[in-house]
Every structure is written in C-alpha cells, then in structure tokens.
C-alpha cells in the first residue's frame, strides 16, 4: 500500500537551548492508505506531543527542532507539512488530516445546539456552501457516527459522554480527510464506550477509506483494532509491529509489560501486574535505553549504550522493528 504521512526522525522540544527538554526523539513513522495505526505509551511517553508535533498545533513553548513529514496527497506531489505556510496549513488542516483532542469531548460549547456547532466548523471550512447545503451535511454527518437525527438539535450537556465523542468525529469527518488522528478520545469514558467508539471509527474507515492514527494508554484496545502498533517509551518508538505480532510475541520488555497492564478482550488472560517504577523525567533521562531502570531484563549493554531501531534478526523480512539490546537488529 501507498504511504499517506511519513515522520522522518522528529524531534520535538519544549523552550529553547539550555531549558529545553525533549519530548519526541528521533521517532520515525509511516501511516499507509486505509490503514489505522495505534500509538501506545505511559503517560507522558510523546504521544500527544507527537500528534500536535506533526499537525503544526504544537502549544508554545513546543517546537519541532529536527525531521520531516512528509504528506502524500490523493493527487499531486509530496509535500513536507513542516514546510507549510499557515494559509497552507489551514487548507491542510480538516481537508487533509483532522485531529480530535485528547478531551475532545468536553470542548462542544455548551450554549449552541449540536446542530449550530457542526454546521458552524463546516462553514469556516467551506465559507461558499450554502445554509441548507451545511443543514443536510451536519445530519449526515451525525447519521454516519450513528447519532439520530432528532438529537440534531440538543445541547451538549443533553447528551452522553459517547454521544458528545461522537459528535465530535463527526465534525472531525465533515471534510472527508485522508487521515484522522484520534488522540486519547475515550479516557473519560468506559472501556464498553471506548470499544464502541474506535469499533465505529474503525468501521467507518472501512466505508469511507480514511486513514488512522488512534493514540490511548490501553494496547489491548489497539491489539483489537488496529493493524499497526507503535510503542513509545521517554519520546522514542522502541517497538513497532503488526497488531498480531504485539499481541502474540512483544520483543521488548516494556511492550510486554504494557500488554500486562490492560485485560485483553479476547483470547488468553494475562496475569495483570502492570510496570514496576515510575516513567521518566525528560530532564534526567537515564543514559543508555531509558527503559533501563525498570526493566526487568536489564543486561550489561543497558545502562550506557542507547538500542537502535531496527530490524531483528531473527524476524528478517518481517515489518516489524524494536530497540532493545535483547534482539539484535540490522539497522533501518
Ligand atoms: P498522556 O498519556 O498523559 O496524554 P502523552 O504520551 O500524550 O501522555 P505528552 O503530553 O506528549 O505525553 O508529554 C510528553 C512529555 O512532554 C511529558 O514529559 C510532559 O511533561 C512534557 N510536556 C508536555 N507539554 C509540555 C509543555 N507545554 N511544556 C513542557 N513540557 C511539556
Ligand atoms: Fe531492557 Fe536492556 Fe532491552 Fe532496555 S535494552 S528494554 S534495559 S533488555
Ligand atoms: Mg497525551
């Protein structure tokens, strides 16, 4: 398959020189046509710094301070979306990858209807359509993630939690983007209501052909639905692997014990006992893998000499990378 966006080794900063610390390290990431991608990690692992990262919406004082990343369109040339001027970026923006915000749920202003609020975010996007044109779009938008159309004119607060997440893909699809980002949509919410919500993403992927990036602490949601995993750990990818291969066979300790730290819908329970240890502080990074201080499987090489990503050996010709001195790899 074609490649939609691909993150050449970001890294992304919080301030300047001497105060700076960094929140994404060298992280390299290609999302395909169709394909929905899920990003794991701790709390505080990059994810979202990553999502704001590469759609330009970095909250001072991030920056992007090295890398690329490189959109696809249907038609037409590549572009790097860091090289982007804002009037590009707003057109980018919704029409090509839309995002929705880790709490997402609770940014629906409370005083318009629903129906106000949709044909609103549809206007600033397309200001030459028509009331009547934004009316019909808002409720099909709404049918799509499976809202009845009578609720077209409730409040927020008349809603569920579900109801306002979905609400909120639906503005996140009201441009047909090739690529939505989903940071985090369903913390608030129960693990019924997450499965639902990603279940209908998912199946809406299906019918319309978009691309996802889906971003939650819990794996076994994303072993579930997602072909792809990324796994990040203290701003690096230290594992990235086909959802199955995650699932059945983690390489590295930490996606191990992230897979521990979730119950798994399906198939064999695991033992939950989580990860011993705190994640860690940007500003003291431990020296070799950062994982070193909690991982159970911690060798000589760990603590002074960083593993890189690459292809393990003994999975040549599979697409799948980790960094971990447990499996030697050939770079790239
Ligand atoms: P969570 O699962 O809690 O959403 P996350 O994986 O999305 O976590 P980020 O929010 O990307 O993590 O944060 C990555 C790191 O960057 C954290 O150590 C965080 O403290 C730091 N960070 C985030 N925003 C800022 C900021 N505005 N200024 C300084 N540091 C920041
Ligand atoms: Fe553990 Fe060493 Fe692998 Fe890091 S490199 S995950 S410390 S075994
Ligand atoms: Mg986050």
Redesign the pocket.
């Known amino acids: 398959t074609r490649p939609l966006l691909e993150i050449k080794n970001l890294d992304v900063d919080?301030?300047l020189g001497e105060e700076s610390?960094k929140?994404?390290r060298d992280v390299s990431l290609t999302i395909h046509r169709g394909e929905v991608v899920g990003l794991a990690?701790?709390?505080?692992?990059?994810?979202?710094?990553?999502a704001?990262g590469v759609t330009r919406l970095l909250?001072?004082?991030?920056v992007v301070s090295n890398g690329s990343v490189v959109y696809h369109p249907p038609t037409g040339d590549p572009y790097d979306v860091l090289n982007l001027s804002n009037q590009e970026l707003r057109k980018y923006r919704w029409a090509e990858t839309s995002i929705v915000f880790?709490g997402a749920m609770n940014s629906l202003n409370p005083v318009h209807k629903v129906s106000v609020q949709l044909m609103d975010a549809i206007k600033a996007h397309d200001p030459s359509s028509t009331k009547a044109g934004r009316l019909a779009r808002a409720k099909e938008l709404l049918r799509l993630v499976g809202i009845a159309e009578d609720r077209l004119d409730a409040y927020p607060h008349q809603l569920s939690g579900g109801m306002r997440q979905r609400v909120m893909i639906g503005m996140a699809l009201a441009l047909e983007p090739q690529l939505v980002i989903m940071?985090?949509p369903t913390t608030a919410l129960d693990v019924v209501m997450q499965r639902q919500i990603l279940g209908q993403l998912v199946e809406l992927r299906e019918r319309l052909g978009f691309s996802v990036l889906f971003?939650t602490?819990d794996l076994s949601l994303l072993v579930e639905f997602s072909d792809r995993i990324a796994i990040?750990y203290g701003?690096r990818i230290v594992e990235e692997a086909p959802s199955a291969a995650i699932y059945r066979d983690p390489k590295h300790p930490y996606s191990e014990g992230l897979l521990r730290s979730f119950p798994a819908l399906r198939g064999a329970r695991r033992e939950l006992t989580g990860i011993p240890g705190s994640?860690p502080?940007?500003r003291g990074m431990p020296s070799g893998c950062s994982f070193h201080p909690r991982c159970p499987k911690a060798f000589e090489p760990c603590p002074t000499k960083l593993p890189i990503l690459g292809k393990p050996d003994d999975h040549v010709g599979e697409p799948r990378t980790v960094a971990c001195w447990l499996h030697p790899v050939t770079a790239g």
């Open positions: 919080y301030g610390v929140a994404v990690g701790e709390s505080g692992s990059g994810k979202s710094t990553l704001y909250p001072p004082p991030g880790q940071d985090e971003i602490h990040m701003g994640p502080d940007l």
